[in-house]
């Protein structure tokens, strides 16, 4: 399928201003080397959280967006593990026909798309690209000094221990922290603490969580010097390079400890929650990433960890899930570049999929009835059409 039909002629008269546009704090990590390649290339750039704001080149991660706000829009994921609840096809809620060029970091994540590409919404107006992670930049644009640096703050922190568990939670609850400490306490392992990067809008959006994270690092002694509070701003990369193992819950953090070939874990009593009031669920970190073990096994392992070990085999996995390592910003900005001078883009996804556009006025029907039922009775119609066949694939895995 050619994607390059759209008005590109249109595109000329762009002006090389690019906006990156995020909801939270979070997302604005993701464009900090896309900026860097643009403002090489020529491009002015800023950060913007107003969806609002007009704009001539606009790139988005966020599920609140405008993107008819920019006269030429791109989206990509704000985490590798995305709407992993509803794989493969994220985008019959997440809609990307509305944005001009969808960016995908990997074969894996390509393999998604091109299985729910019968679906109208998975379809940008111009093309899907295959262009890697740009958060993988940081580690393979330059190792030296990725490394360099990681030496140097690993010098600063001063650990009494030869092996190191980076713990980084999803949603900091139901004492997880403090669990993680107490379990370690004599396996002689220095434990590094990362919570999210929370603006004052998020301790807002997530007061239980903000005050859970208060507490539980207020409880950890200047005397355990095992145990060090890495600063929210840190980038998680730097975090990965300076722990052996990583401990989560279900962040896409374990995603990214692929990249340095770290082991993670997360702990089968261990529950899910995004405050203190919901009913927790049971952690379902992705099998494929995550070891879920019980307390014992954990123990026992970082007891016995041996860091020239190592780990093996990992960076299969790792080549499947991201691509163009360290040159991620680079592809990115060559589109734009491309896009401007109505040149042929690289990396392009295709699909052999026929496109299904019966799909949107059934779902303008089924959110009009949505509307007027229950919940309880819209996850027992969703479940009964997961487990038919011709449906399995739009809905994804069952609630």
Known sequence: MNYQNKEASNLKNIKREITFFYDEAVEKVHWGHVKLE???????TCFSKNMDQKAE???YCSDNNKPENSKLSFVMLHGMDQGRTRW???WRDWPWNKFDIGLLPGKTWSERWKNSAFDPYAHPKIAVCEVGSPKADEIFANKYLFQEKVDEIARELNLPFDKTVLYAPSFETDNKQKDIIDLLQSTKTNILIK???I?????KSFPDVWTNIQNACKDISDHQTHIRILSPEMSIMTCLGLCDVLVTDESSVAYEA???NREVFTLKNWMMRTNNVDEPRPVDPPSDIVNKVDREELKEFMTKYNKKAGVSGMNTKRDDVFSHLGSSSEKIIDIVDAALIGDEFQNIVVSNKKVKKWLIPIRFIAKTVSSILTETLKIQIRNFL???KFMGSYFGKSS
Request: glycine fraction near 8%; aromatic fraction near 12%.
């Open 258 to 260: 692929l990249l340095l």
């Open 88 to 90: 493969p096809n994220i």
């Open 38 to 44: 643009a403002i090489q290339r020529g491009y002015s």
């Open 386 to 388: 997961i487990h038919k």
């Open 195 to 197: 919570h999210w990067l």
């Open 57 to 59: 080149i606009g790139f």
């Open 199 to 203: 603006s004052d809008d998020d301790k």
